[in-house]
């Protein structure tokens, strides 16, 4: 990447020190093609990530002029939603109807604290705070 990320277009940002996070995002770039760029929070200028770092080592954070737009699995779901294909874009829609919304918010978070567990996934990638409670 070349000089700071232009957040006048959406910017997901995600823990690319996580393996397990680097294999989804990678997986969802083949897979959906999504017109929204996906940056490591690591690499975005500090202005723009110190005043939400207890967030981003916990969930995906999508940008847009600087500002929050989305978080965790909506902000997912409108990263998934900016592919090209129709597939994937209705699967991001559905996800915003209301008790889809509220299941993907939930499996997002269950995910999210075991991701160390999960394919891909290493001791880096736990959560901070979070302890090892044998799994699931």
Request: some cysteine; aromatic content about 6%; charged content about 20%.
């Amino acid at each position: 990447m070349s000089g700071a990320p232009d957040t006048s277009e959406p910017l997901l940002a995600y823990d690319g020190d996580c393996a397990f996070c680097q294999a989804a995002i990678d997986r969802i770039r083949r897979k959906a093609a999504p017109r929204i760029d996906a940056v490591p929070w690591q690499a975005l200028p500090e202005r723009l990530t110190a005043p939400h770092l207890s967030r981003l080592d916990r969930e995906v954070l999508l940008f847009h002029n600087e500002a929050v737009h989305a978080s965790g699995a909506d902000a997912l779901a409108r990263f998934v939603g900016s592919s090209p294909a129709r597939g994937y874009r209705l699967a991001a829609a559905a996800l915003s109807l209301p008790g889809m919304r509220t299941c993907a918010r939930r499996v997002y978070a269950l995910v999210a604290r075991n991701r160390q567990h999960l394919p891909g996934g290493a001791a880096s990638c736990a959560l901070p705070g979070c302890t090892d409670r044998g799994g699931w």
